[in-house]
């Protein structure tokens, strides 16, 4: 009986062994296949004849795609890839944007895209629209990913992110994809001369003038706030701030407390919900509550309301957030200095 | 195993030794608990000042405290404490209730609509905007949407002058189901994300940024409720029994029904107005202490209640301190920490489960 039992635990312990080793290996062909890094595989030269460089293979977050011709018809499907999108390429060529992309409280380019159908996720609303390329986040579901590439129509997932690095080799990645490399480069090279701009009046600050700031919002009661590896986090420390919420060790877009804000004592706080959704009633709270009053950015008065989209979007759009946020903290070396959006391709 | 052993000896103690062992035991857990939840946060206050602070709530600044631990403790931590084991009391106690009249182990207050009610009252009032012009619009409209669910389910349920139950139970599921598709289409429907992010993050529920108002809404009613309920205590154990024996022994069973069903449903809704829909407390709660104390209602209440908000006390707790000065939402806790301990309690008393 006991020798019975043993055999069984042991079958059991050894299926257990085998399930673990199928998953592992499964987990790890599944990760090289679907999650390899973005890369551009061609480095196209605009030099050349547009027919040497089509077709042209991209390595997206969705493995290879190719691209037969330089598309005409482009669908963009997340906020961040629509910034980028109407920066690179003339409006002609983009047939729908996301929803929330003409909402001005959240999108840089809401007038521009105002006329653009909008998209779902719905494979048959996007094969309506006869795309030749569709530029999407990790986000979009993998099934209708699977049901357009089935019907040959490219669609091209990348990474979206808020550092200024990464979203210049994005910029050169969709570039690369609409065939407007020179674009991109040009665009890159702006995007990068205000970042480095602003960062040359921080860096040269000493560490003990920096400032702490705490990036918050609240929804029903839970109050947000970004840490490290967020990119409320990134524009702070990019503006020359010191993340309070970072070096209380938080990461990413986390829930605090009101006592977490007195712990984290910022020398000033940036509401970055719009102030009609919330932000009103939410710095109203944290000004008349008593116990927030030794708060050094509520006791000098320093709570900024800042406008959603240059702190929330995933684009190159975060340098106007990065100024803005500079702007406040170095008043002196920036209070005359005025600060441009950044042009759509057709206006050049 | 030795949770086993005490748990059989408790149980060949007389019922009068076995209230006062579990009742002292309970209240010695929730005041532990309520020192440690008041002790506990992002802000270091020594328990000296803490002491002082709670013999002189009004006094400003003295020897042993600051002005601050004064606000921190009197305006952030007690209201949120308080709410906590309010919310507790109430879900656990309306759980119970609706577990002895449905006779069924899985009804929970739930079960006729009232959350999925005061869920939809809360999603109307922050889809409108009412929490911009008056900022306890979404507790009261909570409230007022448990209230409209348990009338409409009533009102389906109640005819000739009595109540039928299957009716009530089939009725509560479709409200239920109707409420949470409104919902559900509201989110969808919703184009601006920040009012998405607000409904979500209630229905999440949570007892953050709780303040003396909504003690106000929630403590007094839920109290006196609970003390109702416990009151008629020994009607509960006939009614979880049957209707035939409850009228044999004097129960008037077309009154006292849907006294009860009214008072959890009043519990539910207030809970659910001043903390969202917390998982698990309702459920559980009620199931853990039965297989320690037995099915007898007039224990079990007043357990319930104690049992409640320490359960929600301790998950707040774990809620604050685990990763602060971030905090996590208290129904994962009560979840997490719920549902493998009551497993953990069917496993070692399979032979002491008592059951309708």
């Avoid at chain 1, 003409?102 to 840089?108: F, G």
């Avoid at chain 1, 669609?155 to 570039?175: E, F, P, Y």
């Avoid at chain 1, 702070?236 to 977490?260: D, P, Y």
């Avoid at chain 1, 946020?325 to 959006?341: M, T």
Wanted: aromatic content about 8%; glycine content about 6%; some cysteine.
């Amino acid at each position: 009986m006991v020798k019975i039992r043993f055999q069984r635990k042991k079958s059991v312990l050894l299926s257990l062994g085998l399930l673990l080793i199928l998953s592992t290996v499964t987990s790890i062909v599944i990760q090289d296949n679907f999650f390899p890094e973005t890369v551009v595989q061609e480095n196209a030269d605009p030099e050349k004849e547009k027919s040497e460089l089509w077709p042209r293979n991209i390595t997206g977050f969705n493995g290879i795609t190719t691209i037969e011709r330089k598309p005409r018809r482009i669908i963009s499907a997340s906020v961040g890839h629509d910034e980028m999108t109407v920066a690179l390429v003339p409006l002609e060529r983009l047939v729908a944007v996301t929803k929330i992309s003409k909402d001005p409280l959240y999108s840089n380019i809401a007038e521009l895209v105002k006329d653009i159908p909008s998209v779902d996720r719905d494979p048959e609303n996007i094969i309506a629209l006869n795309p030749d390329v569709i530029v999407t986040s990790p986000y979009f579901p993998a099934d209708s990913i699977s049901k357009l590439v089935d019907l040959n129509i490219s669609v091209i997932q990348t990474n979206l992110a808020s550092n200024i690095d990464n979203q210049i080799d994005q910029i050169a990645l969709l570039g690369s994809i609409y065939g407007e490399e020179v674009r991109a480069l040009q665009l890159s090279q702006q995007i990068r001369a205000r970042f480095d701009f602003i960062q040359s009046i921080s860096v040269d600050a000493e560490y003990t003038n920096k400032q702490s700031v705490l990036a918050l919002s609240q929804y029903s009661d839970q109050i947000w706030t970004a840490g490290s590896n967020s990119t409320e986090g990134y524009i702070i420390e990019a503006a020359g701030g010191i993340n309070s919420a970072a070096q209380s060790g938080l990461e990413g877009n986390v829930t605090t407390s009101f006592e977490g804000l007195i712990s984290m004592a910022p020398d000033l706080i940036i509401i970055t919900q719009p102030l009609k959704f919330g932000g009103a009633s939410f710095i109203e709270e944290l000004k008349t509550k008593p116990a927030l009053k030794e708060i050094p950015a509520i006791k000098n008065n320093r709570i900024y309301p800042v406008e959603t989209k240059l702190f929330t979007t995933l684009s190159f759009w975060n340098i106007r957030g990065i100024e803005e946020l500079a702007k406040i903290l170095w008043p002196d070396k920036l209070e005359n200095q005025s600060f441009d959006g950044f042009d759509p391709f057709t206006t050049r | 195993m030795i949770l086993g052993k005490y748990i059989s000896r408790y149980s060949n103690l007389t019922l009068s030794t076995r209230i006062h062992v579990s009742t002292l035991s309970l209240i010695s857990l929730l005041v532990a608990s309520v020192l440690v939840a008041i002790s506990v946060g992002p802000v270091k206050i020594n328990f000296t000042s803490i002491l002082s602070i709670l013999s002189n709530p009004f006094v400003h600044e003295s020897i042993s405290h600051t002005e601050l631990e004064r606000l921190i403790i009197t305006d952030l931590r007690l209201p949120r404490i308080i709410v906590g084991i309010t919310v507790g009391m109430g879900l656990s106690v309306a759980g119970l209730t609706m577990q002895a009249l449905f006779r069924n182990p899985m009804a929970d207050p739930g079960i006729i609509g009232v959350s999925a009610g005061g869920s939809l009252g809360a999603v109307v009032a922050i889809t409108v905007g009412l929490e911009h012009y008056f900022l306890f619009s979404v507790p009261l409209f909570a409230f007022l949407g448990s209230l409209t669910a348990s009338i409409i389910v009533y009102s389906f349920a109640y005819s000739n002058g009595r109540l039928s139950m299957p009716t009530l139970l089939l009725a509560g599921v479709a409200i239920s189901a109707f409420f949470s598709s409104i919902i559900s289409a509201t989110i969808v429907l919703q184009e601006n994300p920040d009012s998405v992010r607000q409904i979500l993050f209630w229905l999440a529920g949570g007892l953050d940024s709780r303040s003396w108002n909504h003690v106000l809404i929630a403590t007094p009613l839920i109290t006196i409720g609970t003390i109702i309920i416990s009151f008629f205590s020994r009607d509960l154990n006939l009614l979880s029994i049957s209707d035939d024996d409850s009228k044999s022994l004097g129960v008037n069973v077309d009154l006292v029904r849907p006294g009860f069903i009214v008072l959890s449903s009043l519990l539910t809704g207030l809970a659910v107005s001043v903390s969202g829909t917390i998982i698990f407390v309702g459920l559980i709660t009620p199931h853990i202490l039965r297989l320690i104390v037995g099915p007898d209602h007039r224990l079990l209440v007043p357990l319930c209640a104690i049992g409640g908000a320490f359960f929600v006390t301790i998950a707040d707790i774990l809620a604050r301190s685990i990763i602060q000065p971030a905090e996590l939402q208290v129904g994962i806790i009560t979840s997490l920490i719920g549902a493998p301990f009551f497993l953990f309690l069917l496993i070692k008393n399979k032979k002491n489960i008592h059951s309708y």
